[in-house]
């Protein structure tokens, strides 16, 4: 087996979280950046990370990292590389790229020339002058930052939030690799309670459920690099046979998952369906102020409105209100919100024990940790 720089891409604020799930796979050659998170692996780590990383947005392979100062420089220095070790000789491989800062700031010159390059090299590996691109995807990114040039290839193909259950969403749906991190950033384990009282689509309750039963988030889709020559079968089928005997079957958990909107809760069901946690979450038709629970030490983990539109700003002002008034009761429990209102803990009535500046796609949010007395220990 070969061994590979592997990147996991990660929403700024997650690096750590990823970084921690890389670790739990076992690889601990991890090196923590913005936006990235980078570590060594084989095949095998190829396949169990797509497989795996709950929080991450793609794994890529990194084929080499240099100064390009110059369309001269990047062009040998990307000839340079081995693309000849990972592109078969009908490798479908379009270029994408991305420039912060640097000198070579036209994306589309630098495309075309790392295109060229990687062509050049080709030619030179398999000799001959013209490539059909009819075989599998390998989807090569270029990306500039401060004249340092990162060439790349995706193994994942469409991102990782992409689990394959949520067929259809709400107005406004929450990522599923940021759902995962809440939970993840959370005391929330499967001894305790969980509820999201505006759950909208379900993302939060099925991404808890998930991680309660072991399920590995990508068991459900497929991923670009299995079709690639060099990643045998065998591989991919071993990594699925991992993460299926994985999976806990026997332990039992609840999770409650509500919603004022009655469409949105029917968008919910289905999506729980088809991520196969049906019998871990409990949907129900209620309004916020209507929640309550004589269950002790549970957690709220939940991302309401945000009222970014002016119209909107008093609806989700009047809900944090509400939560307030419903969290009084709930004394002994976590709560944990998702919210871009700088107002939000003066509205609460509570500074929060925590908070984390997060991204919501492009909306900056911060995540704030409201932490709830310890559960009391068990005893035998």
């Known amino acids: 087996m070969g061994q590979y720089d592997l990147i996991a891409t990660a929403t700024f604020g997650l690096e750590s979280v990823v970084a921690r799930e890389v670790k739990k796979l076992g690889y601990e050659d991890v090196t923590t950046e913005n936006a990235r998170v980078i570590f060594k692996g084989d095949e095998e780590a190829i396949c169990r990370s797509n497989l795996w990383l709950r929080s991450a947005d793609r794994v890529f392979i990194r084929m080499g990292e240099f100064p390009a100062h110059s369309f001269e420089e990047l062009f040998e220095r990307t000839k340079a590389l081995p693309w000849g070790d990972i592109l078969p000789e009908n490798a479908n491989f379009p270029?994408?790229?991305?420039?912060?800062?640097?000198?070579?700031?036209?994306?589309?010159?630098?495309?075309?020339?790392?295109?060229?390059a990687i062509v050049e090299k080709m030619k030179q590996k398999y000799k001959r002058d013209w490539f059909e691109e009819d075989g599998p995807k390998f989807t090569i990114e270029v990306g500039l930052l401060k004249d340092i040039a990162t060439l790349t290839i995706d193994t994942s193909g469409v991102g990782l939030h992409k689990r394959g259950y949520r067929q259809t969403a709400g107005g406004a749906p929450l990522k599923e690799t940021l759902a995962a991190a809440m939970v993840d950033l959370s005391f929330w384990n499967p001894d305790r309670l969980l509820l999201d009282p505006m759950c909208g689509s379900g993302t939060i309750a099925i991404e808890a459920a998930m991680i309660g039963r072991n399920m590995a988030p990508g068991l459900r889709r497929q991923f670009d690099s299995e079709e690639w020559p060099f990643m045998p079968k065998e591989i991919w089928d071993k990594a699925r046979e991992e993460a299926e005997d994985a999976m806990d079957r026997t332990r039992e958990f609840r999770i409650l998952a509500s919603d004022i909107d009655g469409r949105l809760l029917r968008t919910a069901r289905q999506n729980v369906k088809l991520a196969g946690v049906e019998e871990f979450v409990a949907l129900q038709t209620l309004p916020l102020k209507e929640i309550k629970s004589k269950k002790k030490y549970g957690c709220i983990i939940t991302n309401p409105p945000y009222g970014e539109r002016m119209g909107e700003l008093r609806e989700a002002e009047a809900l944090y209100k509400e939560m307030a008034e419903v969290c009084k009761d709930l004394d002994t429990w976590s709560f944990y919100v998702l919210t871009s209102h700088k107002g939000f803990e003066r509205i609460f009535g509570r500074r929060a024990d925590r908070k984390r500046?997060?991204?919501?796609?492009?909306?900056?949010?911060?995540?704030?940790?409201?932490?709830?007395p310890r559960p009391p220990r068990q005893t035998i």
């Open 95 to 116: 270029v994408q790229g991305k420039s912060i800062k640097s000198g070579l700031f036209s994306v589309p010159d630098c495309q075309a020339i790392v295109k060229k």
């Open 357 to 372: 500046k997060l991204y919501n796609g492009r909306i900056q949010v911060d995540y704030y940790q409201f932490h709830g």
